[in-house]
């Protein structure tokens, strides 16, 4: 069975500053790695989809690398702006599991002004 | 343009009724999806639907049923509503490809339907 964990929980941080966020996996036997935020009220917004043969994908002031084989994956995001506050969550779809994504539980980011 | 759109946004419904939340796709997908957030914010997948075959998580009850009249909408049916369904419910969809789906796009979801059973 494939359990996604998250940590931080929650992170607080000052504008500006680069923060990185973690998600491990107990299954390594994996297609990909997604990572998502999620708005008070609002569904999921993808940032950043990892292929298991891939180590690592940028966007903008977003990257997100993956080591499938130590199971963790990171999300490094430079230069914090409020705007950036939400949950963040990760997920993998395990080979062999339909086309199911398993969830992390999320890290609440709040960055302050 | 919304590309995942879900209906009803709020549903407040007593237990024991039936009812059930649309969910239409305008993206091309060949795949939808279910997902439940529970109060603890986390989700966990219900189902997985392309037109070849239905995925059911096994902790889904039967009174959960998924029904797609066409490629686009994947509906989701309850029956005889209990007051632990109350959560948001979101859809989601993806397309799928390769061999054993050894390709899958980034999932869209919708906003989410957060159904209230009192």
């Known amino acids: 069975k494939q359990e996604v964990t998250q940590i931080p929980a929650a992170l607080s941080v000052p504008e500006g500053e680069n923060l990185v966020l973690n998600c491990s996996f107990t299954?390594?036997?994996?297609?990909?790695l997604q990572w998502f935020r999620q708005d008070p009220g609002k569904g999921l917004t993808s940032l950043l989809l990892?292929?298991?043969?891939?180590r690592e994908q940028t966007s903008g002031r977003l990257n997100a690398s993956l080591d499938k084989s130590s199971g963790r994956s990171t999300l490094y995001i430079a230069a914090s702006q409020p705007g950036d506050s939400a949950t963040y969550l990760c997920?993998?779809?395990?080979?062999?599991?339909?086309?199911?994504?398993?969830f992390g539980g999320g890290t609440r980011l709040m960055v302050k002004p | 343009d919304t590309a995942v759109s879900q209906t009803p946004k709020y549903l407040v419904t007593q237990m024991g009724n039936d009812k059930s939340i649309k969910c239409e796709q305008n993206?091309?997908?060949?795949?939808m999806y279910w997902y439940k957030q529970d109060s603890k914010k986390f989700l966990k997948i219900m189902f997985s639907y392309n037109n070849k075959e239905l995925i059911i998580n096994e902790t889904v009850p039967n009174r959960f049923s998924p029904k797609s009249p066409d490629k686009a909408h994947l509906n989701l049916h309850i029956n005889s509503l209990e007051l632990g369904d109350s959560a948001v419910y979101f859809c989601?969809?993806?397309?799928?490809?390769?061999?054993?789906?050894?390709?899958?796009?980034?999932?869209?979801f919708g906003n989410g339907t957060r159904l209230t059973v009192t």
């Open positions: 989601a969809s993806s397309q799928v490809s390769g061999g054993h789906g050894t390709y899958n796009s980034p999932l869209h």
């Open positions: 993206l091309g997908h060949d795949t």
């Open positions: 997920a993998v779809r395990r080979r062999n599991a339909g086309n199911m994504l398993t």
């Open positions: 990892i292929q298991s043969s891939q």
């Open positions: 299954d390594s036997a994996i297609y990909n």
